[in-house]
């Protein structure tokens, strides 16, 4: 590459050119919420999400967008197409029922996630249906944003964009599986800051169902006439007009006991698979008859043992790795001691890494004489 000078004689910030983007459109409003990039956004970042979207119309175009247009913008809509949902619910519901002959169910999409499924890429995680058998109507509103995201979320779930929250943590746990220490102790963070956002746009979508409901009662006696429908009593607010009477803080200080679930449950996911018992059990006693003279069959035993318990998995190279990684930690499980100890103590000082080849090469190389 060419290396290239260029004298910089204007530089302008952000709030710069989108206050000339304002001159072309007067009616724009910019409005920028910092989040971190794989956790949830703070319970303040919603309220001010919904600050700012509270008063526009029902057709305001809303444009989300991040550094990148992943994780962060992803998730932004998500929120707004929420919001939106609460200015339909509240507004169109009652005008509706007006209208002769009309099935208002039908005009209902019914959206059912697809139960064959792994229960992970369903968002089932053990934290998740907790949460859902703890909050009113818990299965309504995770089905809600099930819907919404795979809306927001890529092609392969009926989606126009690039970001799945929600199958992203399944295919990043998968992920897990077959990387070295290291990496797994940053994606094991990634996953536990994604689980917390699923968990947080769950929440919000029941406080959204219940300031819908809300909303469309938060009319003033005097001008409740105005929109009250004649054939219902029900009200049919303008979705400008809409008034939002409680903050998603307050919800959730009246739920105080959710953040706490989330705190202590995210990380309550099964990390590595567990090798059957009587497996183990028979791994065990041909290292301690004779691990030497055994380790043919202790070998062979372990990866017929990998084909069984990763047999879910496509064949392939992450299959492999898995099954070669299981390999590594089960041959460490049942070393003597004497040479688990020296081999313990070789990873540590950084001397070999906790490989296959590289264990077995220790166990079975001997010092020429």
């Known amino acids: 590459k060419k290396a290239l000078e260029i004298e910089v004689k204007e530089l302008k910030s952000l709030s710069q050119v989108i206050e000339g983007v304002k001159e072309k459109f007067p009616g724009l409003v910019h409005w920028r919420v910092p989040v971190c990039n794989s956790a949830a956004p703070l319970e303040n970042d919603f309220d001010i999400i919904v600050k700012t979207l509270t008063g526009t ?34 507004s169109f519901e009652g005008l509706v029922e007006t209208v002769p002959g009309v099935n208002a169910a039908l ?46 979320g890529t092609p392969k779930t009926g989606g126009t964009g690039i970001k799945q929250l929600r199958e992203n943590i399944a295919e990043s746990k998968l992920s897990y599986e077959i990387m070295d220490d290291a990496a797994q102790a940053f994606l094991k963070t990634k996953i536990m800051d994604n689980i917390q956002k699923y968990y947080y746009l769950i929440v919000f979508s029941a406080y959204i169902r219940e300031q819908a409901a809300a ?46 679930l989330i705190d202590t449950g995210k990380g309550n996911l099964q990390w590595e698979r567990d090798i059957p018992p009587a497996a183990l059990a028979n791994l065990e006693q041909l290292a301690a008859k004779d691990f030497q003279g055994n380790l043919g069959k202790i070998i062979h035993d372990i990866y017929q043992t990998a084909h069984v318990m990763f047999g879910d998995m496509p064949q392939g190279d992450h299959k492999k790795r898995a099954k070669y990684r299981f390999a590594s930690k089960t041959i460490m499980r049942i070393l003597p001691p004497a040479k688990k100890t020296e081999v313990e103590g070789l990873i540590a000082s950084k001397a070999m890494t906790m490989d296959l080849y590289d264990i077995l090469g220790k166990c079975t190389w001997t010092v020429p004489k």
């Open 215 to 260: 909303s469309r009662e938060a009319v003033e006696a005097d001008k409740k006439a105005a929109v009250a429908l004649p054939a219902s009593g029900k009200c049919a607010i303008p979705a400008s007009e809409l008034k939002i009477g409680k903050t998603f803080v307050q919800f959730m200080e009246e739920n105080a006991g959710l953040r706490a």
């Open 57 to 90: 119309a029902i057709n305001t175009p809303v444009i989300v967008n991040d550094q990148v247009g992943l994780s962060r913008a992803t998730t932004g809509c998500v929120i707004a197409c929420l919001f939106k949902e609460l200015q339909i619910s509240a």
């Open 107 to 152: 005009l209902k999409t019914k959206y059912v996630m697809n139960p064959e499924k792994d229960t992970l890429f369903r968002g089932e995680f053990e934290v998740v249906k907790e949460l859902v058998a703890t909050l009113k109507e818990g299965d309504k509103a995770k089905n809600k944003v099930d819907k919404i995201i795979d809306l927001n």
